[in-house]
């Protein structure tokens, strides 16, 4: 039998994905009705697989997602994402940035949690090869918006495009996910090099 403490903690680690699960599920029927645009991600490596599933407003200032990572040992982790979308230039390469946060739950390694981070990406293509771009995105979760085991989280995402026809992008990617833990310890939650496409529609 469970000791009461422990009890509670796996009632509220239970409530907590139950309700992210109810959330996405209303984000992702919400936004289905009435999106303009979405793109479907899916990335694989030796041992890890992603997919994410994102959703563009009409006037695609506003872009939403839903994404999962499984790391083969028994890692995995939910997020959700809502970010502010723009258009600028940095030198003379045209650039859309896009700032934010998530909701992340994760476990793996011993370690159970659950974050919100806040950060964003840029995404820019390159005029002198045509097809070619580059995305790089970060999110940060300090000690206050990080929950259960974690006390602090962070994700960093890079990659290499090119457009092989107008509705379909492959990439070079490169993914770090990881959390440090109450005690101190450091996780790596998902770490890898990987291959992936981008699919629009």
Known sequence: MLKNTEFQDHRHASKGRFALAAISSV???GLTTTATASE???????DSAAVDLRYLNGDRSLRSAAGFVYREGGSRVFDLELLALGQTAIGNLPTTVGIGGQANIFDGDGLE?????IGGFLQFNIPQVPGLGYTAAAFVAPSITAFGDAKRFWRFDTKVTYRIIRAADVYLGYRHLHAKAEEGSDVSLEE????????QF
């Not at 479907?40 to 030796?46: F, H």
């Not at 949690?113 to 981070?117: E, F, N, T, V, Y």
């Open 27 to 29: 984000l992702v029927a």
């Open 40 to 46: 479907l991600d899916i990335a694989l490596s030796e």
């Open 113 to 117: 949690g659950s974050a919100l981070p």
């Open 192 to 199: 890898s090099f990987h291959l992936g496409f981008r699919l």
